[in-house]
Every structure is written in C-alpha cells, then in structure tokens.
C-alpha cells in the first residue's frame, strides 16, 4: 500500500480494497474541497498533526451541541478523520490478523469492521493525555479487531445451541432488534433465551461448541418456567420456544458477522447523503485561530515525540530479563507459554514479569505526565494510558 | 481494553467436571464447574503475584454457595477478592451477581472477571473494585445484577496498582445492612423453595433482601442446599452420637473423640460419667493450629477452644461466641482470654431441636456460621 503523498490526499481519500489487497486511495470531492479550502486560507498550517488537531476540534464542537451520533457519524469533521486514521486502521488489522493467523478472515474484513468504531474513538480521545489521535486510534482498532477475531472463530464453530449460551443479554436484544423484531416480541424472546441458557448446560466436561438440541424434558423445563415468568407475553409450547430460540440464534449469527455490521452502518466517506457541516464558518475560524495561537499543534507534537522518548529511555533503564521478555513477548509475538518453554521458566513467572515491565514503564509514563504536562492523573487517564503503551509497545518492537 | 488479556491455563476438566457430581442440579453443576476452573485457573497466577492467596470459605460452605448463585471469595494479602467465571464471547459489559455486591458479610475489595472456556482455555478478562461496580455499573432488576460497561473494566493488573497508586479511590461503596430474617421466617423460606421445581431459580423467587438474609447466612444456606439436593437435613449433636459423623460434618473437619478413658475419676460420685464422647473441629487463626471441642452433657453443650500444641495457649484477645440460630447474643454467650489462657470455654442449655452458631475472633481461615443443632 502507498502513503498518500499530500495533506489534501491524506484527509480525504479512503483505501479500496480489491479482494484483500488494498488497491487504491479513493478521493471523496466534497473532502478535498473542504480540505483545499481549508489550506487556502492557512498555507502555512502544514503539518498533519495540526489538522488532525483542528478536525478533531470541529468534531468536539459539533457533539458539544448534542448532534445526535447517526448525524455526528456523517459530519464533515468524522469524515475528515476517518479519512486521515485510514492508514492505521488497515496496519491494525494486517498486525491482528498475523497474530491470530487467522487465515479465513480477510483484512478488507478486518478493516471494514473496525473503522466504523470511529464515533467511540473520537469519543474516548483527548488530546490533553498527551497522545495523538493516531496513537489512540490505533490501540482501539486493534482492540476492536481483536475482539471480533476472537468473536468470530468462536462463532465459526459454535452450533446454534452453543452459541446461544455464549452470547449476552446485550446482544441478543441488539441481534433480535436489528432482525427487525420489536416491543414484546423480544421481550418473549429474551425470556425464552434465558430460561434455555439457564437450563441448557453442558452434561459433560468438554464439547462445549457442539451442544446438541436440548433433550425433550430439558424443553419441557423451559416451557414451564417461561410460562411460570411470562405475565402478560404470549404462551408457548415447547416446539415454540424451539422456534423462537433457532429464530434468535440465526439473528445473533447475522448480527455478530461484521460484514454484516459494517453494511448496516454509514461508512465515512462512502455515504451517498450529504456531509453535514452545521459549524459556521465564523466558530470554524475562531477554532482555527485559537489552535495557531496557542501553538497548540505543535506542543502537541514535541510532546508525542517525548513520549516516545521518555518510553525508549524507560526500557534502556530496565535489566535484561525484562528487555528479554520485551523483545519476545512484543518483538517476535511468542505467548507467554512459548516464551516460558524457551526460557525454560514458569508461565506464571513470565507473566508477572510482563505485569512488571508494563508496570515500570506505565508508572514512568504517568510520573513524566504529572511532572512535565501537568496532567492531573485520574482513573481514566491512567487506563487509556495503558491502552495506548500496549499499543507503543506493540509498534516499538516490530518496526 | 487493552489488547492482550492475561491468559491462564486451564486444568485437566475432565477431572473437575468428576468433582462436581454431587450436584444433582444441572444448572448448579455447571456453576459449580466453571467456577472451579476458574479458580484452578487462577490460582498459580495468583500465588506468583501475591503472598498470600486463601479460600474465603471451606469447600463445604462453597458448594451450597454455588447452588445459590455463580462466583467465589478469595483472600489476598489481607483483602477480599471475588473470582467470578464468565462465558460470553461478546465482551461489551460484564454481569455481577447482586450478591456479592450487596450482601455486606459478602462485598469484597476487588472482583475478578475470568473468562472460561473449557474447550478453549482461560484468560482474566478485567478487574473492578466494589467502588467502581456501585458507582459506575447499572443494576438490573431482571436478573438481579450490575452491569458493567467493559470501559470501566481495569484491564490488567500493573494499571490496577498503578491508579491506585496515583489516584486511590475508595475500594468499597457504602451498601444497606440487610435486614434480619427470624427463626420461623428462614425455616418457612427454606421449607418452600426446597419444595420447588428444581427447573427453578431459587436466586429470583424472593424480593433482594429476603433472599439475602436466608443465604448470607451459612447455617441457613447449608440446609437450603441439602434439602434442595434432595438430601437430609444436616444432623444433630443427637444424632451424631446415635449414629455417628455424617458425611457433610466429616468434610467440614468434625471428629468424634472418646473422652471416657480420660473422664474417669474425674467426676468420681459413682454415676456414669455422662460425657463419654466429644467431638473437635481443628481451626487455623493467623496461622496457628486450635481445636473447637463440643462435648454432649445432659441438656446442654460444652464448647471449648484449645490450642492443639504441647502446651500452646490462646492468645489474649481471642474471644469464643455463641448465637442463636438467628444470631443473636443471650447471656453468657462470650469468653474473652483477657490475657493467655489455655482453654476458652462456654456451656450453653439448649432445648431438643434447638440451634446454635459458633463464632471464634479473629476469625479462622475458611470460616463460615454452621448451625450446631442439639
């Protein structure tokens, strides 16, 4: 895949995938005019951190003013953005699918199902952590992407029975609600799945992914505690609930399918519709000016090259059995149980000397962020910091 | 969040699939399964990262816990930890049994999410603090739990330290003492659910506290679990002595002792010395080993705490209690070993039938209330 050579190209143009090669960068016209414009009045505004920045500004503005997220998701500023977080998504999703090897799943199918989580990444980003929208992005996409592989092979192998027993309550109302099924329809629905989950266990130890239909006395038992809870939903026999629970298992099979997901949300910079752009050029222009008077890009900049430093620094100051499990463990992507097998050592010592090189190195990260940026360390900083070292960690060692 | 979990291996299952069939519940013997995967799973990594990794409750107690509701209580470094197994592939939020939240003797520090798969393995999805759970989950009155987004989730165990280290909250919320169930309420609670379909969830038939004050309750729990298994109620001192140590009470560490070789002479008034047999439980506190005696008299029981070692003494501060069934204090309910002393003893009249609840400070490893009956 070729970088896309201009700032014009790199806010507004997506990948196309060919099969599973990306193919080509394709332009959106209404994105490169907003963004040649953009450049027009700011020529000297070129660096891709300070649009990064401002985009994202835009996008704060517009969500300050309760625009609902279905709208949020077809405004210019989160078009503009997924634009520019193209290029890490589709390394996010060329990195997991190595270390899943898995090898049905494609990465045009990787990357389609995680660039639509771009409303939670512009939601969970700040700029004051000291990280670059890039960064944060790409810890989630991996994240995300790790998630639906891991989803995926499970639900690959599951027979309808299994797989109800290994899906959420959350998910279930989702998957029945998209399928198009509404009000007390779901409600006897969930009821049914749950009374099933309940008493559907497993009569032995293993073959957890290959239950067979419930026995009749087992749907005997359903039938009569759904009945026993159903108040005013409908009755059902067993060979109902049967019915409704293949019917439930087929919606949450369609639902947990990301091409699926990914055809049932708007794609940045694919939609047909218009591109919202409801800022007025007046808090545009105030937006702008505050960002170059505070030089604000540009801090922002050196401070994502101290983290990288401070990081650097922080892992030459470890000893050599941690640089060890390091390069291992991020360099080379051995489990934990390889890397206890080479080095002839426990799993469970392995693994408290990864938590302990995560923890050196986080606490360094946090230190330096208290003491140099004055950022005032709370839960939550200290989580998406984690996320994002991993991330660092990650990238660090295989580059 | 982060994205590698801390993976765990799984044991043999096979092997604690076959530790679970005394569970004539399905759905119980499943709970009970994940469950001690989980903790098996767990345990080693545990042990490489803290000093000290303990069971919260003597696996008798733990058994009749796991008809009741899915999780279990650890001990570690001095804080309570609950491990709570989960099987969902889809990991948007994580589900917390009401229990362990807001039953007080329950509530722990830190609850461990451990994700089960029997045929795929294990790996610790996140932890939460009780804090976090009550401040930041959802409750759900359906199901009787608290929902917690997986954002809140702290993902592993260096970020764990770490935001306490630099921005501690509180580990605990405060919850509502639950309030007290009497004698003839729990008794008549236990009579109807055990009398249930077992298809049922006993967990959802009560309102919350109802249902907190009969299983928060060991005593209680314990006979809710016997008769809902089918099984005998457990055993009195009586029949004890008729037909000797049932199964459950060996389990729980009762042994029958024959006192006559030393109770003669003792008395010396020519009767038959009514005490003939007693029977002990060996109890570990701060690491030392003692013994609780109960010895049968006429109408009432002994109870006596001894250190098991030649000549060992119970340390002053140490205080023996005995409850009503339905714990409340009476009068002369207490010895307290104002200073060392070598036996801590009581003597309580009971009437046939009646219950009574042991309770020694500080409180031995793997305690739970049982119901001595008379």
């Not at chain 1, 503009?80 to 090898?103: D, G, I, P």
């Not at chain 1, 087929?250 to 218009?274: C, F, H, M, W």
């Amino acid at each position: 895949m070729r970088s896309r050579p201009t700032l014009t190209d790199r806010f507004s143009t997506f990948l196309q995938f060919e099969g599973d090669h990306p193919q080509t960068w394709v332009p959106d016209g209404r994105l490169q005019r907003s963004m040649q414009r953009s450049l027009q009045q700011h020529p000297r505004e070129l660096s891709e951190n300070f649009w990064a920045l401002f985009w994202f500004k835009v996008w704060h503005q517009e969500k300050a003013k309760a625009t609902p997220s279905r709208l949020l998701s077809r405004s210019l500023s989160t078009n503009h953005l997924a634009a520019y977080l193209q290029e890490s998504c589709y390394w996010a999703a060329k990195r997991m699918l190595t270390q899943f090897s898995a090898v049905q799943y494609t990465v045009a199918d990787c990357f389609q199902g995680a660039i639509v989580r771009m409303q939670k990444i512009l939601e969970g980003f700040d700029p004051n952590q000291g990280f670059s929208l890039e960064s944060y992005a790409s810890a989630i996409f991996s994240s995300t992407i790790r998630d639906t592989l891991r989803q995926r092979q499970e639900i690959d192998i599951c027979s309808n029975w299994a797989l109800l027993r290994k899906v959420s309550q959350k998910r279930v109302i989702e998957a029945l609600q998209t399928a198009g099924q509404t009000g007390s329809t779901i409600q006897a629905y969930v009821l049914a799945w749950q009374e099933f989950k309940r008493l559907y266990v497993p009569a032995q130890a293993t073959g957890t992914r290959k239950l067979p239909p419930p026995s009749p006395e087992i749907w005997q038992a359903i039938a009569q505690t759904y009945d026993r809870e159903r108040g005013s939903l409908p009755e059902a026999s067993a060979a109902t609930l049967e019915r409704w629970l293949n019917a439930t298992a087929q919606a949450v099979r369609i639902y947990l399918n990301p091409n699926v997901v990914s055809i049932n949300t708007p794609k940045p910079g694919q939609d047909s519709g218009e591109l919202l752009d409801d800022l007025t050029d007046e808090v545009r222009g105030s937006l702008m000016n505050d960002l170059i008077a505070q030089e604000e890009a540009e801090e922002r900049k050196t401070q994502q090259q101290d983290v990288n430093q401070v990081l650097v620094a922080a892992i030459a100051d470890c000893d050599g059995e941690i640089q060890q499990i390091l390069q291992l463990y991020y360099g080379e992507g051995q489990t934990q149980q390889q890397m206890a097998t080479q080095l002839g050592i426990k799993q469970y010592t392995i693994s408290r000397r990864l938590t302990r090189a995560k923890e050196i190195l986080l606490k360094k990260l946090i230190l330096w962020s208290r003491d140099t940026l004055h950022i005032e360390i709370t839960p939550d900083i200290v989580d998406t910091m984690g996320t994002v070292l991993e991330e660092w960690l990650q990238k660090h060692y295989q580059a | 969040m982060f994205s590698t979990a801390t993976p765990l291996s799984l044991p043999q299952p096979e092997q604690v699939w076959r530790q679970t069939n005394r569970f004539r519940i399905s759905p119980d013997r499943w709970t009970a399964y994940l469950n001690q995967l989980a903790i098996a799973a767990i345990q080693p990594w545990l042990q490489a990262e803290f000093a000290q990794v303990k069971p919260a409750l003597n696996s008798v107690a733990q058994a009749s816990l796991w008809s009741c509701t899915t999780g279990t209580p650890l001990l570690i470094n001095g804080q309570r930890w609950v491990i709570i197994p989960t099987e969902t592939i889809d990991q948007d939020e994580w589900s917390i049994p009401q229990e362990w939240v807001d039953i007080p003797d329950w509530a722990a520090d830190y609850y461990v999410a451990v994700d089960v798969n029997p045929d795929g393995g294990a790996e610790i999805w996140g932890f939460a603090s009780h804090y976090q759970i009550k401040t930041l989950g959802i409750y759900e009155a359906n199901d009787h739990s608290y929902r917690l987004s997986a954002n809140h989730l702290i993902a592993d165990l260096a970020t764990l330290r770490l935001r306490q280290e630099f921005c501690p909250q509180p580990l605990r919320a405060a919850i509502a003492e639950i309030p007290k169930l009497t004698i003839a309420h729990a008794q008549n609670l236990i009579t109807r659910l055990a009398a249930l379909d077992s298809a049922i969830a006993l967990r959802l038939e009560l309102p919350f506290s109802t249902w907190a004050g009969l299983i928060a309750h060991g005593g209680w729990r314990q006979d809710l679990h016997q008769q809902r298994q089918g099984l005998e109620r457990q055993p009195s001192i009586g029949q004890w002595l008729r037909q000797g140590l049932d199964q459950l009470s060996t389990e729980l560490g009762w042994q029958q002792v024959d006192l006559q070789f030393a109770a003669v002479g003792a008395r010396g008034n020519g009767e038959e010395p009514s005490e003939t047999v007693a029977f002990t439980r060996q109890l570990t506190i701060a690491g030392q080993s003692y013994e609780l005696q109960i010895t049968p008299l006429d109408d009432s029981l002994r109870f006596e705490l001894r250190n098991t070692s030649l000549g060992g003494l119970i340390p002053g501060g140490f205080r023996l209690t005995l409850l009503t069934e339905d714990l409340e204090m009476f009068e002369g309910n207490q010895a307290l070993a104002e200073s060392a002393v070598e036996a801590l003893t009581l003597e309580v009249a009971l009437e046939n039938g009646e219950g009574i609840v042991w309770e020694v400070e500080p409180t031995p490893d793997a305690f739970e209330r049982e119901i001595i009956r008379f």
